[in-house]
């Protein structure tokens, strides 16, 4: 199994910037992608970004694009996502979780979770 711990997020205000990190420990080895993903108040889940562990690929929701950054420390087992220009409708629990495999685009292809971080931003 692999266990995810997600921290770094907060309350901010609108154009401020936060970045989440996630931990990740167990048979990380098993991990072909790990994904950040969120959920608002009545919304679905849904896939932000995702970055492969040994290449270094990343994928991007388009609503992301230009916004958010995610990166990896392979040394450290931790991904982050650095998120700049937040905006009210950015308010949800982040998580994140890892695929065991390709597609890392593909939602359903993740199988661990954390437990999520609160991100709130004010206007």
């Known amino acids: 199994q692999v266990q995810l711990v997600e921290s770094g997020g907060g309350l901010v205000q609108a154009g401020g910037s936060l970045r989440l990190s996630c931990a990740a420990s167990?048979?990380?080895?098993?991990?072909?992608?790990m994904g950040w993903f969120r959920q608002a108040p009545g919304k679905e889940r849904e896939l932000l970004a995702a970055?492969?562990?040994?290449?270094?690929?990343?994928y991007y929701a388009d609503s992301m694009k230009g916004r958010f950054t995610i990166s990896r420390d392979n040394a450290k087992h931790t991904v982050y996502l650095q998120m700049n220009s937040l905006k009210p409708e950015d308010t949800a629990v982040y998580y994140c979780?890892?695929?065991?495999?390709?597609?890392?685009?593909?939602?359903?292809?993740?199988?661990?979770w954390g437990r999520g971080t609160q991100v709130t931003v004010s206007s």
């Open positions: 167990g048979r990380t080895f098993s991990s072909y992608a």
């Open positions: 979780a890892t695929s065991s495999s390709a597609p890392m685009s593909v939602a359903t292809h993740y199988d661990y």
């Open positions: 970055i492969t562990w040994s290449t270094g690929y990343t």
